[in-house]
RNA sequence: GCGCGAUUAGCUCAGUGGUAGAGCGUUUCAUUGACAUUGAAAAGGUCGGAGGUUCGAUCCCUCCAUCGCGCACCA
């Protein structure tokens, strides 16, 4: 029988989105309703092999990374599927509560409102608005690039059931005794008016000034300060929050303060005695080796304060502006307002030793690129010491893999000085805690000691308001306001996806899944997170090997960004070349862990790939009709025959250790080497020559081999072609025995 | 400051202890039967620099330079 004529170019609109949407319609993305086994897949169908995606935020559409995040985890799905492996690719999206709030009071804002105009509940339905409108955007994009998800069983992390994985986990821990809400110095993000942990800052290069400020010594009486034994100099990058300062600090082993380690010098402005103490954690060659302690606004400050019980005078606010404790005369200035008058203050009582240029760092927001300030506030935190040597234990036990391993490198720095987890955010957007306060009590947590801990019997952990207050039995309780970090609830994706905490089905078999892909970005604020959840509450390790793929850069190395126009839209992409020749371009550039230097021209050499491939299965079909016979007879066989079958046999063998072992550029180029150079060049030429029953069988073995090899690459073409095979074993290519 | 990675053809990148490879680009030739989104051929590299190990180094080691990235208690 003669296989119907293939057109003489490969079109990528006319196939792409038929035969995706043949691919839904034949249910087999979920592996409940895949077909009956073939006897090579038997044995492995048995066994299930999961990927969860990292669910993108909702606010978000597909960019390169998650183009090619997407296509190799569809590599390595489409792979097992024609092995036999009952395949789960589970989707969704994150709530991803900073950013997507940010996004929907910008909307607001164009109307003249904020949030605040509109209360918690209407902004929320809001919010939900959005996300029905444009949530599902990115998912429909991931379609687009072909990749096999089961969306029956996609996921967001605030649909109902994820609320009570969270709510679970936060119960848990609370049980264990790992919970605890206090004030302490966090990081306070002054646009987004929330807290955030030491992962979601950036830093930004600034240049500044440091100040060298002249402290009084107090048992100096004089007015001017003439000799150098009658101050201490100090040096700051920041002289407002000497407003703030409760001591001097230096190096104990410092030999130049020795005589004043005791001793106490008089704040200027302020007029208060502070005094010097000594601290291991001063470095004696910054600045000069005295510095000024800001308890309040500063980390390390903070941990030497609390250490010699300094007092604590909160001088910045909230909202970046400083407070009443600043004095009368800085209370509601600007930072930088402040910052002025205060340089000019010292400067008129002639306390600046000099000025030197300087550059440093600036904290600034990773969501909205603010201002972050540190300051005491009261927030729940998670402690990680137990939950950091889980996690470490599992990578270093071998249990689980990153590929390639030198990242377990940034994974163990990490988690080996890491800091209890501050959880809470100050936003509505979100996992609101599920902890209710008696009202009664609630007054007692507005304190201000920074060893502040609130005690068990003022709430209690619960998902929804008890009628009655189980602690005064009188009073209405109140939920706390605050909602969990993003990456709380990130965390549980591998597992509250499938239903946990319910013992179901889905978690039974799917868990724990293999593959984590993702971008090195995230390996601390996720990756690590979702370790320790999975051993903590899952009780088994989410995965087995964690794969960090390069980041794509545009041609010149840089960061590809949307607001600096340097981003690249793969949806331009696949609507230019197809979503096969874009796949092609981005695994085409994926060698080793090399970060990628964006070049077009591996698309483009996509499209033409796609379009060899298609004449080379035209040619073929015009020869023959492909009988798929998996083993083709000898008769008639001759010496090229022998040799392209041998070259296949090794070209196969690359091809599956490349995917298996995650080098899936060298598995292409291999891939593509043979096909266009081997097979197109070499073997078909010569077999124009001789169109014998030998070359006929070979042509028609070597074809379906790699449209089966080729597959996992480029699924649109491959299973287009495999359509048009008369003598094909399975209703699609998707599920051939690999 | 600590750490990681890179440095190979004009561009983007592979690669190997024994006379260097791909894609794109360039040059020449080829056109009625799978494909011009093609084929055949060619030009083009002292494999960042210096030293070392070795019979032999682009590959291993040391140092240096440049670029990029991550981390840090960035006062």
Same mark, same amino acid.
């Given at each position: ?18 035969? &995706? ?53 569809? %590599? ?57 409108? &444009? ?183 909230? +909202? ?25 203050? +010292? ?10 240029? &300087? ?26 010491? $137990? ?12 249990? %689980? ?14 988690? $080996? ?29 507005? @304190? ?34 605050? @909602? ?63 794969? %960090? ?90 010496? $090229? ?36 150079? $081997? ?24 074809? +379906? ?19 048009? +095979? ?13």
């Amino acid at each position: 029988m003669q296989a119907k004529e293939l057109a003489p170019a490969y079109s990528p609109k006319d196939t792409e989105e038929k035969i &995706y949407q043949a691919w839904e319609e034949s249910g087999y993305f979920n592996p409940d309703n895949l077909p009956p086994p073939t006897a090579e897949q038997a044995g492995n169908r048995k066994k299930t092999y999961t990927i969860a995606v990292p669910p993108p935020n909702v606010t978000g559409s597909l960019h390169m990374g998650h183009a090619l995040n997407a296509t190799i985890q569809d %590599i390595l799905i489409r792979k097992k599927r024609m092995e036999g492996y009952k395949t789960l690719w589970l989707p969704g999206t994150d709530h991803a509560g900073i950013a997507t709030q940010n996004v929907v009071e910008k909307d607001l804002k164009k109307q003249g409102l904020t949030r605040h105009d509109l209360g918690r509940e209407k902004f929320l339905e809001k919010v939900w608005e959005w996300k029905e409108k &444009y949530g599902d955007i990115i998912l429909n994009q991931f379609k687009k690039l072909g990749s096999s998800m089961d969306w029956s069983r996609t996921r967001f992390t605030m649909d109902e059931g994820y609320q009570k994985a969270v709510e679970q986990a936060f119960h848990h821990y609370h049980k264990k005794g790992r919970l605890y809400k206090a004030e302490k110095v966090i990081n306070w993000c002054t646009r987004c008016q929330t807290s955030l942990s030491d992962l979601e800052l950036e830093y930004k290069e600034e240049a500044g000034k440091l100040w060298y400020i002249r402290y009084p010594l107090s048992e100096v009486k004089g007015e001017k300060l003439k000799v150098k034994s009658e101050y201490v100099v100090v040096a700051t990058t920041r002289p407002e929050t000497m407003l703030g300062d409760s001591a001097v600090a230096v190096n104990p082993d410092d030999k130049r303060y020795q005589g004043l380690i005791g001793k106490k010098v008089l704040l200027p402005i302020m007029n208060r005695e502070i005094p010097i103490i000594s601290d291991e954690e001063i470095d004696a060659t910054f600045g000069t080796g005295a510095v000024k302690v800001t308890p309040a606004h500063d980390l390390l400050d903070a941990r030497i304060g609390e250490k010699n019980n300094l007092p604590i005078y909160k001088v910045i606010g909230q +909202l970046g502006k400083m407070t009443e404790e600043a004095g009368a005369g800085f209370a509601g200035l600007k930072i930088a307002e402040a910052r002025e008058k205060v340089v000019a203050e +010292l400067k008129n009582q002639n306390l600046i030793e000099k000025e030197e240029n &300087y550059q440093h760092n600036v904290a600034v927001c990773y969501r909205c690129g603010g201002v972050v300030e540190p300051l005491p506030s009261l927030q729940w935190f998670l402690k990680m010491e $137990e939950l950091a040597k889980l996690a470490m234990d599992a990578v270093k036990s071998g249990k %689980i893999k990153f590929h390639p391993q030198s990242w377990e490198k940034v994974y163990f720095a990490w988690l $080996e000085n890491v800091r209890d987890w501050n959880i809470s955010r100050q936003i509505w957007w979100g996992h609101q805690i599920p902890v209710f306060y008696c009202s009664k009590k609630l007054e007692k947590f507005k @304190v201000k000691s920074l060893k502040f801990k609130v005690d068990e019997e003022y709430f209690i952990v619960a998902d929804k308001k008890p009628k009655q207050c189980p602690i005064c039995k009188e009073c209405e309780m109140v939920q706390d306001t605050d @909602v969990l970090d993003t990456w709380f609830s990130s965390a549980l994706w591998p597992f509250a996806t499938l239903g946990w905490p319910e013992k179901t089905k889905d978690l039974k078999e799917f868990y724990p899944t293999q593959v984590l892909s993702t971008a090195r970005d995230i390996i601390n604020l996720w990756v690590s997170r979702m370790i320790f959840s999975g051993l903590e509450l899952a009780g088994e390790k989410p995965f087995t090997d964690v794969i %960090i793929h390069g980041t794509i850069l545009t041609k010149e190395g840089r960061r590809m960004s949307k607001s600096l126009g340097t981003g690249i839209d793969p949806m331009v992409l696949i609507e230019k070349y197809g979503a096969d020749a874009t796949r092609f371009g981005l695994i085409w550039q994926a060698m080793g862990n090399q970060d990628i230097h964006w070049d077009e021209a591996a698309v483009m050499a996509g499209k033409k790939f796609a379009n060899k491939v298609w004449n080379i299965a035209r040619f073929v079909l015009q020869q023959t009709s492909l009988t798929n016979d998996p083993r083709p007879t000898t008769n008639g066989h001759q010496k $090229e025959d022998k040799e392209i079958l041998e070259k296949l046999a090794e070209t196969k063998k690359a091809v599956e250790s490349g995917i298996d072992n995650y080098d899936f550029g060298p598995a292409l180029h291999t891939l593509y080497d043979f096909v266009w150079h $081997e097979l197109a060049d070499k073997y078909i030429e010569s077999s124009k020559q001789r169109q014998d029953e030998g070359a006929q069988q070979t042509l028609n073995y070597v074809l +379906l081999e790699v449209l089966k090899m080729l597959h996992p690459f480029m699924p649109h073409l491959t299973e287009e072609i495999y359509q048009d +095979l008369s003598g094909k074993k399975q209703d699609f290519l998707m599920v051939e025995t690999w």
